[in-house]
Each structure stands twice: as C-alpha cells, then as structure tokens.
T-cell receptor, first 114, second 115 residues
Framework: GEQVEQLPSILRVQEGSSASINCSYE??????FPWYKQEPGENPKLIID?????ERKQIQELIVLLDKKAKRFSLHITDTQPGDSAMYFC?????????????FGQGTSLSVVP | DTTVKQNPRYKLARVGKPVNLICSQT?????MYWYQKKPNQAPKLLLF???????READTFEKFQSSRPNNSFCSLYIGSAGLEYSAMYLC??????????????FGPGTRLLVL
C-alpha cells in the first residue's frame, strides 16, 4: 500500500526565518496532498492542500510544492512566528467519489524560537 | 460549522473489556473515518464508512468494528481491549465535492488507556 515518508522529524528555526518540510510518496495514483497542523491538545487542522493538477500553491506564508515525477511534495513556511510551533503532518491520498484515503507521514515537530 | 465531536475525550479501560467510542458531525458528510495515533507515529487509518458501507483496513480487520446508525454518528468498537490498543483515536469526516471526496475534518480525539 501507499507509504509516505516525512522529514525531518524535528525542526527548530529562528523566528523570521523559513522552515521546510519534505515528504515523499510511493503510489503514482495519489492525487491529493493535504498538510495538517496539530497543536498540543488540539485536533489536526488542514492548513493547505494541493491536488495533482498543480505544482505550486500559496496561502499567505504557506507554500506547497508538488513534483509528481519525483513523487515528492514539500511545505515551506516563510517568515516563521512562534505561533507556527506545532506538529505538522503531510498526507497523500487517492481521492475518489466515495473516500479520500489519507496516508500520513510520521510528522514534524516544528519549534520557532525567538 | 465544521465541527467533528468525539466522546469521551478520555477513556480508561481494563484489558479484556469492550470499548465503544463515539463520533458525530452535523455537516451532512457522507464519509466518516477512524484513525489510530500512537506517540511518534503517523495517524493510521483503521476503517471508514461511505454512507452505510463499512470499509476496514486489511491489517486491522479483526480488531475493530464500527456502526453508523445515521449520517451524523459513527462508533468505533473494540470487543476485547488489549494493552496495544492504548492510543489516541481520531475521527474525521469528508464530503463529496466535484465528484470526489474533499477535505477531511478531524475531531479532537479520544485518548484511550488500557490497563
């Protein structure tokens, strides 16, 4: 079945700098790639996603890149703030009419230090 | 309202006893999912309901059961809890958009501890 590898598992950056998280997947049929942010005690919340018909998507300081040939996608957070500190999960999915079967990466614990 | 609710938030169970976790959503989503998450591991899909059809993952087929009495509710049932079932259980739901399932919205999770 589909496997998703996410790196790094721990990331510590200076406030104001950029943070990058990389994921790779195996199933070339995957067509939907969401990113979730989970803060302590909270449920995972979708922050940005990209579908296979796109290569780049940006929402404010979040940029997602997708390289379908290499089966890799990445999240870039520009101008990080302490509020960006959280656990981040990437996922790959084949979205059909009846389900969107997410396979998650292991997660990245991001710490933004002043 | 994109809220998915889960009850209880915390559950303590004894080895060998049954466990029943509840999830609800009022978004009229046709698909509901259950994931298991252990520390330092990725959330793992256990099963999902599309409308009234239950799909269970092959490697957890015998360990978990589920029911969906109506569109809003979905339960996760463990017949006989073992220590290895201690984990966070996350419920999610999604709807069909443009001919395929859209964003999954997650509940806050139920933390199960089996002793």
């Amino acid at each position: 079945g589909e496997q998703v590898e996410q790196l790094p598992s721990i990331l510590r950056v200076q406030e104001g700098s950029s943070a990058s998280i990389n994921c790779s997947y195996e199933d070339s049929a995957s067509n939907y790639f969401p990113w979730y942010k989970q803060e302590p005690g909270e449920n995972p919340k979708l922050i940005i996603d990209i579908r296979s018909n796109m290569e780049r998507k940006q929402i404010q300081e979040l940029i997602v890149l997708l390289d379908k040939k290499a089966k890799r996608f990445s999240l870039h957070i520009t101008d990080t703030q302490p509020g960006d500190s959280a656990m981040y999960f990437c996922a790959a999915s084949i979205a059909s009419s009846s389900f969107s079967k997410l396979v998650f990466g292991q997660g990245t614990s991001l710490s933004v230090v002043p | 309202d994109t809220t998915v609710k889960q009850n209880p938030r915390y559950k303590l169970a004894r080895v060998g006893k049954p466990v029943n976790l509840i999830c609800s959503q009022t978004m009229n989503h046709d698909t509901m999912y259950w994931y298991q998450k252990k520390p330092n591991q990725a959330p793992k899909l256990l099963l999902f309901y599309y409308d009234k059809i239950l799909n269970r993952e092959a490697d957890t087929f015998e360990k978990f059961q589920s029911s969906r009495p109506n569109n809003s509710f979905c339960s996760l049932y463990i017949g006989s809890a073992g220590l290895e079932y201690s984990a966070m259980y996350l419920c999610a739901s999604s709807r069909a958009l443009g001919g395929r399932q859209d964003t999954q919205y997650f509940g806050p999770g139920t933390r199960l501890l089996v002793l």
